[in-house]
Structure formats: structure tokens, C-alpha cells
């Protein structure tokens, strides 16, 4: 089992920058991957950002050059490093976790990210 904490979350004006956290915490579970999707109101839920074994790092175009995923495999924790937020950057974040395996997915209770114009 895999339980999952965000933090970080919050109001920002545009131009502005925050840093979400997630810590997982696994039981029997080898964790291959963590990453952060979000939803805004009215629309799908979406990758941000996603780091492979602790090294392969994809971003969502929307966010390429802004944000930046990092995370350390020892700990099982994830960052994202927001910068140079946007009033469309406004959605509530999800950190998920991927176990090796089973490649089941863990998904954490979400924080939200409104950043004003």
C-alpha cells in the first residue's frame, strides 16, 4: 500500500512561483515513478509532469521551461518547482505514484494552485 501527502499549494499572482512537495509513504510496494497531474474546473485531469526511476523526467508542453519535477527515490519524494505561473496554471494538483509490477496507480488527495492575473 501506498499513502500519499501533497503540500504546498496556494495563491500566487502571475509571474510568480511555488514548490509543491509529496511524500510517500510505501508498504511492500517499490514505487518506479511519481509525478503530478492536475484539473482544472470544467476539465480533464492532466500530466504535468512525470520523473521514471528517479532520473527520466517528461513534462507536459504547457509547462516546459517553468516547472520542474525532481524526486529522490531513496525517500519517495516528489517536487515540482513552479515558476513563472500563469492565471491557466489555476487547478487543483495531484502527486500519483506508480509501483513497479503491478504498475498500479496511488494517487494523493490533491492541492490547490490558483494563481491570479
Avoid at 532520473?55 to 513552479?82: C, H, P, W
Avoid at 489555476?90 to 506508480?98: E, F, N
Wanted: hydrophobic share 35%; proline share 3%.
Amino acid at each position: 500500500q501506498v499513502h500519499l501527502v501533497e503540500s504546498g499549494g496556494g495563491l500566487v499572482q502571475a509571474g510568480g512561483s511555488l514548490r509543491l512537495s509529496c511524500a510517500a509513504s510505501a508498504t511492500r510496494v517499490i514505487i518506479r515513478s511519481m509525478g503530478w497531474y492536475r484539473q482544472a474546473p470544467g476539465k480533464e485531469r492532466e500530466l504535468v509532469a512525470v520523473m521514471l526511476d528517479g532520473r527520466i523526467a517528461n513534462y507536459a508542453e504547457s509547462v516546459k521551461g517553468r516547472f520542474t519535477i525532481t524526486s529522490d527515490v531513496r525517500t519517495n519524494t516528489a517536487y515540482l518547482q513552479m515558476n513563472n505561473l500563469k492565471p491557466e496554471d489555476t487547478a487543483v494538483y495531484y502527486c500519483k505514484a506508480q509501483s513497479s509490477g503491478w504498475r498500479t496507480d496511488y494517487w494523493g488527495q490533491g492541492t490547490q494552485v490558483t494563481v491570479s492575473p
